[in-house]
């Protein structure tokens, strides 16, 4: 099975007004340290291009988007909209929500250093940043991720399936 759900254990529970119901007991967790230990073998590097969804990573690794879940989880994310890069126009939505004038200052770096500052100090290593560049950096740093090698994706959902059966 390839759905993340599939494997998920059921749970009765009953609603306030006494109604029973049976679902999937979806707050459950599998940390991929427990599938792998601690190294970090079969991950293979991987930069996310541009407008590329995990879907589209899982398709183009595994033949399959619906191993988009694994692609997610060897990552550690759980929020698309937060931890995943977006596409260029949902950045440049983003960066018009949030910033009033994005080619405004952000802030400041110290050439010389690379420290942060909040100010221009005067000095001439003292470089400023725009909000539009800093929230494209943000961005970009979203980029590089892990894969599970193909070879051991069988393995890894099946041991995921053992263990948020537990």
Not at 29 to 50: C, E, K, M, T
Not at 54 to 65: C, L, R, W
Not at 69 to 87: A, K, R
Not at 131 to 156: G, H, W
């Amino acid at each position: 099975m390839t759905g993340y759900f599939n494997s998920f254990p059921l749970v009765y529970l009953q609603t306030p007004d006494g109604e029973n119901v049976i679902i999937k007991d979806f707050f459950r967790r599998v940390d991929v340290s427990d599938i792998f230990g601690n190294i970090a073998v079969g991950l293979v590097p991987y930069l996310v291009q541009v407008g590329e969804r995990p879907e589209d990573v899982s398709n183009k690794f595994y033949a399959s988007p619906l191993y988009h879940w694994v692609v997610l989880l060897v990552n550690d994310i759980v929020d698309t909209y937060e931890e995943w890069p977006l596409d260029d126009i949902a950045l440049n939505n983003k960066i018009a929500d949030v910033y009033a004038s994005p080619y405004d200052v952000h802030h400041y770096v110290d050439t010389s250093n690379g420290y942060t500052i909040d100010y221009n100090s005067g000095n001439a290593n003292c470089q400023p940043v725009l909000n539009v560049e800093y929230e494209i950096a943000i961005n970009d740093a979203k980029r590089p991720i892990r894969v599970l090698d193909p070879q051991y994706l069988s393995q890894f959902v099946s041991q995921f399936n053992t263990l948020i059966g537990e």
